[in-house]
Structure formats: C-alpha cells, structure tokens
C-alpha cells in the first residue's frame, strides 16, 4: 500500500532513485539535486544534474576550491568516469593518488546526468576532508560538456557553481521531518509592523511585544518557523522570541516596537522577559516538537506576553528597509503529555567575555554546575534534551556542549568543529540525551582572532561575541539559563603590576595603584595596557581564562535568578571524537586545552557566604550599564 502510494510522486518529482537515499537537497533550483545516506563508516551519495557534461562535488573548508576535496565524473558513450580531486587553487583540481571514492553506477539521457558513487566518513588521507557532525561546506558546480582527457576540464563558470553549508550528518527521522500536524492545530503570527530599519549602525535589535489572548485552558506551540519578508532576506539575520512570564500591566507595551540594541532603554517589565521560545538564525529552519511535547501557554506561570527580537545587519547603512518579518506559532488547543522548556548554557553575554586579539586559538568556558543541580532538584530521572542550537558569532570556529557526571565526560551532547555564523539550526537527535540532576555542562566555545588586533568583548552585536548554546527539551524545570562569567578580578591577573580596587564580585574592577594607572577601568586595562602580541602573556591569559573562579547566573523562568561563585570542573577523563583507526596517522589532538591529571572533584565549591541572591534584571542592569560605557 505504502509502495503504490509513494512510487507515482518519486516518479512525478523526476527523482527515480529518491527512494532509496534519506537526505535530499537541491543545490540549484531544478539543475542540480543531491541525495544521501549514510551509516557509522561510510556516506552514499546520488547527484543527478540537467547537464550531459561533467558534475563536481566537494567539501570545502570555507565555501571555496582551495583546500577542498571535490569528486569530479560524466558519463560519455555509456560509460560513467569518476576520480577523487583536490584543489590547492582556483584551477583544475588534480586528480589524488588515493582514490577514495567508489563509483556505484552512472547514467545519462538527453537531459540529465546521474552519478552514484559512496566514500568513507574519514578516508585517513590528508587529501581529502573529513565528513563529521560539523557544519559541511558543499560546493558544487557542472559544465555543458564533457572533458576530452582527465586534466582537460573546461570552466564551469561563475553560474554554474555554488556552495551550501549543510549538516550531513543530521538523523533522517528528526521530528522536523516526520511530525504531523493535527487537524486541530491553528496559527498566531508574532510580525514587525513597518519597522524603519535603523540606517545609523550596521547591528540593530528590535524588539516587538505582543499580548497573548487568553487561551481557555493549556495549549501547546508545537512548531515555530520564520516568516521573512521578501527582498529583506539580506538583513533579517536572527529572531529570538522571548517569552514573559511574570505579571505586569501589558497596556503600557501593549504595541512596543523600539530598537532594543543593547537594552539599555528597555523598560524593566520586558528586560525580564528572558525565556526563549524560540531561536532562528540565517540558514537554519522550522522548529517542531516530537508528538508528545509540546511548549505550554495558558498555565499559571505560562507566558503571556511575548517579545519578538529581530536582529537586523545592515552593514550598508541603507535607510530604505522597512520590514514586517516574524514568526509563525502552530499550536493546539490541548496538552500533550510534557511540557518543554528551553535553557541556555554557556558564558555570560557580558564585558566580562573577553576574546583577545592575537590568538590562532582561544577558549572560553560557560560552566553550568550548581545551577543545574537545584533546578534538576525534583526530577531524580532528569530531562531530556530533544535539538540543541549552538551560538557564537564571527570569530568562533569552533563550538562543542560538553556534558560530566562523576569527573567523567560523557560523548558531546554536541559540537561543531567547523562553525559557520551564517548557518544556524536547531541540530535535532534521533534519540533524545538525558541529562541527570548531578551533571554539569559546559558550552566551550574555540575562537580565532590572529587576524584581530584589537579585544573582543562579549555583546548582543554580530562584531562582539557569544558563547552560548540553547537546548530544547522536556520536562521542563525552573530554569532558563545557566551561564558563567569570568571575574574581573581574576582576568586583571594579567597584568600583575596593576592593583585594582576591592569589587563587587569581579564586575567594574578600577585600578587603584599604581597612581599613574589609578582610575582606569578593566575594559581600558585589557585594550590598552596589556600587550596581546606576547605570547607568553597570552598562554597566561587563556590559563586565566580556563582555570579561574567565576561567578554563576541561574536563571529562572520568571526572569528571576541568582548568582553563586564557583570553581572550574575538575575532569578526569575527557572525551575524544571517535578516529576511524587509520594506518600511520597523526592522532587527533584534544579539542581543548583543559585536560587535568588532578583527582576527580566533579561539581564546584561554592561556600553560602560567597553567595548572593539577587534578581536577575539587578544583574543585567549592572552589566548593561557596564556595555553601555563602552
Ligand atoms: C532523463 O533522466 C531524468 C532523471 O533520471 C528523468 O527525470 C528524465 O525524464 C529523463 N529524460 C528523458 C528524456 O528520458
Ligand atoms: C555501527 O557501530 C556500532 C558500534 O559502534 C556497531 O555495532 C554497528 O554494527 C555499526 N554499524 C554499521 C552499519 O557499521
Ligand atoms: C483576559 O482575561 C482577563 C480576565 O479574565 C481580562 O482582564 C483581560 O483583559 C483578558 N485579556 C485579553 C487579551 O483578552
Ligand atoms: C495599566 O496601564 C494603563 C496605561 O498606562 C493604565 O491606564 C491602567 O490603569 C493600568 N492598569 C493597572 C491595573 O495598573
Ligand atoms: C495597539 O495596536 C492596536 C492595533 O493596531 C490598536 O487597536 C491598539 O489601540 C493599540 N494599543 C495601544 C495601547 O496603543
Ligand atoms: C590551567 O589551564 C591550562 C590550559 O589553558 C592547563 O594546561 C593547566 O593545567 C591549568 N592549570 C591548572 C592549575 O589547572
Ligand atoms: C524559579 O526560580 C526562581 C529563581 O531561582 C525563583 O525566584 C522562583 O520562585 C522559582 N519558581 C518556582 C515555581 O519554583
């Protein structure tokens, strides 16, 4: 039943062998599609292009021919020809010593090319680029003809070529794929009206608030996607709809609509508003609930009002955008079985992140330790983490959720070793990963700012940095974030011959002696009074950075939270990706420098004196203000 149903649409999708790949992708509209699949070892691929010429396909570094492995074949006379390349330039890429790539079959009509041929995950030659969990860049291209000799391919142009971020290697049974929506389910649209894009900075938040209408009884959202404006495509860069779930008089921001840049000028009502319904960047797609969850609304302590921030990059300072860009919610008028809630982990998005210039590799460390403990307090079986999006910005190259228990590093909830900024997506598990109320995790974030000559602080702008990483999962507890900041007064280490005033916790460290220095603040110190270019100096800071006391934030879900001081994880045993066992290689080396030999001491320290309660919206001020003097 099943076969006669689905055959006559593969059929009129002109994709026969469709059926038998999990993944499909089409590169270029109607011209080029591909289809993969994909087990432990090795990764199959069909590319069927309009062309009775020659097909690419590579897998790049960074979206260009240098340094990528590209497989090159056509099929001439009946006869498929495929070899694996590299290209080391813009030109012709040489053929590899190592082929590495099987050709399974290879056909040809009047209109369309077909070529089938698998490869391992990690073939053990240099030559050719591993495929992992990581961000894959694909690039693609074709040509009308078929070469004449192996070295004598014809140019394909600059229209017939392209490049994609992908995950390749993505579980084909993702909610995104196989939800249905019941027939029950209904829409709310949360849309910018008209905003002027603002033309005076390249980095806009705006943020828009809207009044839910009283749902009678629970309902669940259980699918969020964006809608953009068309031709705003090239500005509308991120979404985040925050939800609030305190009480205040909605009327006074009954249609609030400002640049919130900053949120310096926020009203205190909505900077609590810090629950994320949802997150949605460049490149990344719809967000659904498996069938027995769903995100509560209706319910005491549910939201009831929603701020929609919209992150707007209009590097050409152009005043002719208007946008009404937003999202759509897809609810149901029921509960399912859990309740979902969203948490981010990571570093705290303050002056207190501080990325400075001059490294090939720097790591910041977002510890969730304690924070995790209390709010995991009830639920002794844990919970269960259904997508996690992983956030930095322009300088992170690198971005791994890490996830102890008992000293032990358990196998990444998830990584990306190749990060690409303009391609952010919920990455959704086959099964969901169960964190327990003893675990701690940690968002560890590997930047690059050797090309940099200046520091780069944490901050809401695409310039500045983040390191954060948002998980999605059931059933929900109190908590909405777990984020870790280092304290002034340890990074201001660095500069030992500075002495900085006592301080409230690390935050607005000013130097006291010696007298030429006195009065400088910590931001001035780091930009001007330590020299980056020193390598030692830099070794000392990242071991500053990684191994020092810093203060921890837990949020809860009404925007209210408190902050303890805690110490860096021990780890005794660190995890390391799987390596196919390849013959005579370099081993991979660990992603991080924080391997310790140190006896296990899981958990952090954090004595009841050293701990303050305070709310949340005390916090951001102080650290707003703190970004809003720079
Ligand atoms: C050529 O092959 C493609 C893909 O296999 C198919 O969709 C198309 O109908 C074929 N065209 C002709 C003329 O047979
Ligand atoms: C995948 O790996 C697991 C264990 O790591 C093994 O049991 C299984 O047979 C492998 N499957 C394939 C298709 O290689
Ligand atoms: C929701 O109901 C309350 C009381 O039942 C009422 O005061 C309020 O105005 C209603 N809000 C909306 C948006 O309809
Ligand atoms: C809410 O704010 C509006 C407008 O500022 C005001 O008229 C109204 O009285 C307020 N309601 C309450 C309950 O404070
Ligand atoms: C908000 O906008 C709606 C629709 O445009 C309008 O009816 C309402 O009066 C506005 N509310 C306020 C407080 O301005
Ligand atoms: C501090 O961090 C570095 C890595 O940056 C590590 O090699 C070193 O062992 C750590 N030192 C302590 C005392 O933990
Ligand atoms: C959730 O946590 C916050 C901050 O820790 C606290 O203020 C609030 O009372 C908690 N809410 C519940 C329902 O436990």
């Known amino acids: 039943m099943l076969v006669s149903t689905v055959l006559p649409l593969l059929f009129a999708l002109a994709v026969p062998s469709l059926a038998d790949f999990t993944h499909h992708v089409v590169l270029k509209d ?75 079959s290879g056909s040809e009509n009047s209109t369309f090319t077909t070529l089938r041929f698998k490869r391992r995950l990690d073939t053990c030659d240099s030559k050719d680029n591993k495929i992992t969990q990581s961000t894959m860049r694909i690039i693609w291209a074709y040509h009308d003809s078929d070469p004449l000799t192996e070295t004598d391919l014809l140019y394909h142009g600059n229209v017939n070529r392209g490049a994609k971020s992908m995950f390749l290697l993505e579980p084909a049974d993702n909610p995104v794929n196989t939800v249905t929506i019941p027939n029950d389910a209904y829409t709310m649209d949360f849309i910018n009206n008209k905003v002027q894009v603002p033309s005076t900075s390249d980095t806009t938040y705006w943020c828009s608030g809207f009044t839910l209408p009283n749902f009678s009884g629970i309902h669940h959202m259980i699918k969020a996607e964006p809608i953009v404006q068309a031709g705003n495509e090239a500005i509308v860069h991120h979404f985040i709809v925050y939800a609030c779930n305190h009480q205040f008089n909605f009327t006074d921001h009954a ?67 208007v946008d009404s860009s937003g999202v759509r919610f897809t609810l149901i008028p029921r509960r399912r079985q859990y309740d979902a809630g969203i948490m981010s982990v990571g ?203 810093r203060v921890q934030f837990c949020q809860g879900i009404n925007g209210y939270g408190h902050v303890s001081l805690i110490q860096k994880l021990q780890i005794s045993a660190p995890y390391k990706l799987p390596q196919a066992s390849c013959p005579s290689t370099t081993t991979h080396t660990p992603t991080t420098p924080t391997t310790s030999t ?24 102080g650290l707003f203000t703190l970004l809003s003097r720079m």
């Open 598 to 621: 140190t006896p296990v001491t899981i958990g952090s320290i954090s004595s009841a004196d050293r701990t303050v309660s305070v709310t949340m919206a005390t916090v951001l001020c």
């Open 347 to 549: 570093v705290s998005v303050t002056t207190n992140h501080v990325i400075p210039p001059y490294y090939d590799e720097f790591y910041s460390w977002g510890q969730c330790s304690d924070c995790m403990q209390s709010a995991l307090e009830n639920v002794p079986e844990g919970i269960n983490v259904l997508a996690v999006g992983l956030h930095t910005h322009l300088a992170g190259t690198a971005i791994y959720l890490r996830q102890f228990r008992d000293g032990v590093e358990l196998p990444y909830i998830a990584y990306d070793e190749s990060y690409d900024f303009n391609y952010q997506e919920g990455r959704y598990f086959k099964e969901p990963k169960r964190i327990l109320p003893n675990d701690a995790l940690v968002t560890q974030c590997k930047y690059k700012s050797s090309d940099r000559t200046a520091v780069t602080w944490g901050g809401l702008g695409t310039r500045q940095e983040m390191c954060l990483s948002f998980l999605y999962y059931y059933p929900r507890v109190n908590m909405s974030g777990c984020q870790s900041a280092n304290l002034q007064s340890e990074m201001i280490k660095i500069a030992p011959q500075l002495t900085p005033s006592s301080n409230n916790h690390g935050y607005s460290v000013i130097i006291q002696a010696p007298s030429q220095y006195a009065g400088r603040r910590f931001t001035d110190v780091m930009e001007n009074l330590v020299n980056w270019q020193d390598d030692k100096t830099r070794v000392r800071f990242q071991a500053l950075e990684m191994n020092s006391t």
């Open 30 to 104: 109607d011209v080029y599609f591909l289809s993969w699949k994909f087990d432990n070892e090795t990764i199959t691929f069909e590319t069927q292009v309009r062309t009775t010429g020659y097909i690419g396909l590579g897998f790049s570094p960074n979206g260009g021919m240098t340094g990528a492995d590209i497989v090159i074949g056509w099929v001439k006379d009946g006869t498929a020809y495929l070899k694996d390349r590299y290209a080391t330039a813009e030109q012709v890429p040489s053929i590899d010593e190592s082929q590495d790539v099987e050709l399974i």
């Open 255 to 321: 249609n609030y609509s400002r640049d919130c840049t900053g949120r310096g000028n926020m009203p205190p009502d909505l900077e609590l508003c810090q629950q994320m319904l949802m997150a949605w960047a460049v490149g990344g797609e719809v967000q659904v609930y498996p069938e027995n969850v769903g995100f509560p609304f209706g319910g005491e302590g549910d939201p009831t009002f929603v701020l929609l921030e919209t992150h707007y990059d209009n590097p050409a300072l152009r005043n002719d955008y």
